[in-house]
């Protein structure tokens, strides 16, 4: 193993005073990096598992100074206008960009266009934040990691949370579980509560939609299930054509009852991530869905109540 203090995660964010994920007042840390690529993914940038760019386009005023400052050639600019209302004024070549170590761009932009999403910090690093904010952790309050995915990076996420729980912290672990059981059990001693997704239960329709199957995220969901099933808190986002199918949500009920999962997280579908996919050179490949109505969202939670599991409409 690693030394413990050269380990490193590359970390996108970490907020602090956060009311979400997890009891009581919470600081969230982003790992960058996550084996699924969900097409609705909110946070876009917790997919790749390198600092990226962010572009802004309404900063942009199109003076090139990024392009006389980039030492890759990655910069060129559009000329036709129906180019330039979609996209900015420049165009990133993401393949130099996302291998970049430098960034000079960003120090050339003097609108604040650009900036760098993802930094390697150390677990102390994490920790020094952590504390700052411990003041607050009353009422089991505490750290709650999230991403992308922490159990990408499992022997630094482990060593975080065990120096959380050394300090009197309270954990939370945000994971889709679609990673090797040894990196789960591995955390286990040091986790209080697991927020999991379970999107879709049948395996070819989870690789459509996500990129990657689901067997390793049902295995490990057993594992919890076996060991601690009380710690987890099962979330279900409700994504039109692709979760909310009445077959899917009754295979979820049904695995929660089998696996004496008592709670569920029905989470509506939104668009809120939509710009970030496009400020990352992407696009957002979901403009048409439109967010379930109260009706749908209530018919779901009932399907899911109907197994004996306590289900919260966020
Ligand atoms: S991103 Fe910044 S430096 Fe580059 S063209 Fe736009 S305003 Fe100028
Ligand atoms: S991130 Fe690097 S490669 Fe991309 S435009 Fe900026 S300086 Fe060039």
Not at 227 to 240: A, D, M, Q, T
Request: charged share 25%; proline share 5%; glycine share 8%.
């Amino acid at each position: 193993m690693e030394n413990i203090c050269e380990l490193k995660a590359l970390i996108f964010d970490i907020q602090s005073f956060s009311t979400h994920d997890g009891p009581g007042i919470r600081t969230n840390v982003f790992f960058k990096g996550c084996p699924l690529q969900c097409l609705w993914c909110a946070n876009p940038e917790g997919q790749k598992f390198v600092p990226e760019l962010f572009y802004t386009k309404m900063k942009c005023v199109g003076c090139m100074r990024c392009a006389k400052a980039c030492p890759y050639e990655a910069v060129t600019a559009y000329s036709d206008p129906a180019d330039i209302e979609k996209y900015g004024y420049v165009r990133h070549d993401r393949s130099k960009c996302n291998q970049c170590q430098t960034h000079d761009c960003v120090r050339a932009c003097f609108q604040n266009a650009l900036s760098v999403t993802g930094e390697w910090m150390t677990v102390n690093d994490v920790m020094k934040k952590i504390r700052r904010d411990s003041s607050v952790y009353r009422n089991k309050g505490g750290i709650t990691v999230s991403g992308g995915d922490p159990l990408v990076y499992p022997e630094f996420v482990t060593e975080l949370l065990k120096q959380c729980h050394e300090e009197g912290i309270n954990t939370a672990l945000e994971s889709e579980l679609c990673v090797p059981a040894k990196s789960l059990k591995a955390i286990m001693p040091h986790v209080d509560l697991y927020l999991t997704d379970l999107k879709i239960f049948n395996e070819q329709k989870h690789i459509e939609a996500t990129g990657y199957g689901n067997s390793l995220i049902l295995e490990n969901l057993r594992m919890l299930g076996h060991n601690c099933p009380e710690k987890v808190c099962l979330r279900v986002p409700v994504i039109p054509g692709f979760t909310d199918s009445y077959e899917n949500i009754d295979s979820i009920g049904a695995f929660c009852e089998e696996n004496q999962f008592s709670k569920v997280n029905i989470l509506p579908y939104h668009k809120l991530g939509a710009t970030k996919h496009e400020r990352l050179g992407g696009e957002y490949l979901m403009p048409d869905v439109q967010e379930p109505d109260d009706g749908k969202m209530r018919r779901i939670a009932e399907i899911i109540e109907s197994y004996g599991v306590e289900c919260i409409i966020n």
